[in-house]
């Protein structure tokens, strides 16, 4: 399995604990904050990406992503999500988006390279498996962080 430790959803709760490891604070913090995110994001969108994901967790999960994005629009973050960061080190974006994909493994989708889990990587990697593709290998020269695996 690529998720490590014993729970697959271990894929999100790495993502927490590189949040909640930050130690500065300010535009420095925020900024490691939005890379992480963004790793998170184009792992999950590519997963979600496919033609055989559900469309309405696509689109779910594609608003939360929107909604809690930490990143600015233009110069200005969104304040309540700032501030919330700032102060305990939790991104609602990485809840949310872990949230939706424990949504999405009860509900036991099977598809062409097995059954949908709550692990993007773990999707992600059987469908490179069954498809030929190397995806992983791609977003993992891109986004190392989010992208190890326990292999």
Same mark, same amino acid.
């Given at each position: 399995?690529?998720?490590?430790?014993?729970k697959v959803?271990?894929?999100?709760?790495?993502?927490?604990?590189?949040v909640?490891?930050?130690?500065e604070t300010?535009?420095d913090?925020?900024?490691?904050?939005?890379?992480?995110?963004?790793g998170?994001?184009?792992i999950v969108?590519?997963?979600?990406?496919?033609?055989?994901f559900?469309e309405?967790e696509?689109e779910?999960?594609q608003?939360v992503?929107? %909604?809690?994005?930490?990143?600015?629009?233009?110069?200005?973050?969104?304040? %309540?999500?700032?501030?919330a960061?700032?102060?305990?080190h939790?991104?609602?974006?990485?809840?949310?988006i872990h949230s939706?994909?424990?949504a999405?493994?009860? %509900?036991r989708i099977e598809?062409?390279?097995?059954?949908?889990?709550d692990?993007p990587?773990?999707?992600?990697t %059987?469908?490179?498996?069954?498809?030929?593709?190397?995806l992983v290998?791609?977003?993992?020269k891109?986004?190392?962080?989010?992208v190890e695996?326990?292999?």
């Amino acid at each position: 399995m690529l998720c490590k430790g014993d729970k697959v959803t271990a894929f999100f709760d790495d993502l927490a604990h590189e949040v909640e490891a930050i130690q500065e604070t300010g535009d420095d913090f925020l900024q490691q904050v939005e890379m992480i995110e963004d790793g998170a994001i184009h792992i999950v969108s590519t997963v979600t990406g496919d033609r055989e994901f559900p469309e309405d967790e696509r689109e779910y999960i594609q608003g939360v992503i929107a %909604r809690y994005k930490v990143s600015p629009i233009g110069n200005v973050y969104n304040k %309540r999500l700032r501030n919330a960061v700032e102060a305990d080190h939790v991104s609602m974006l990485i809840e949310g988006i872990h949230s939706a994909f424990h949504a999405l493994a009860s %509900r036991r989708i099977e598809c062409r390279f097995g059954r949908l889990t709550d692990c993007p990587r773990d999707i992600l990697t %059987r469908r490179d498996d069954h498809d030929g593709t190397d995806l992983v290998e791609e977003l993992r020269k891109h986004f190392g962080h989010a992208v190890e695996d326990s292999r």
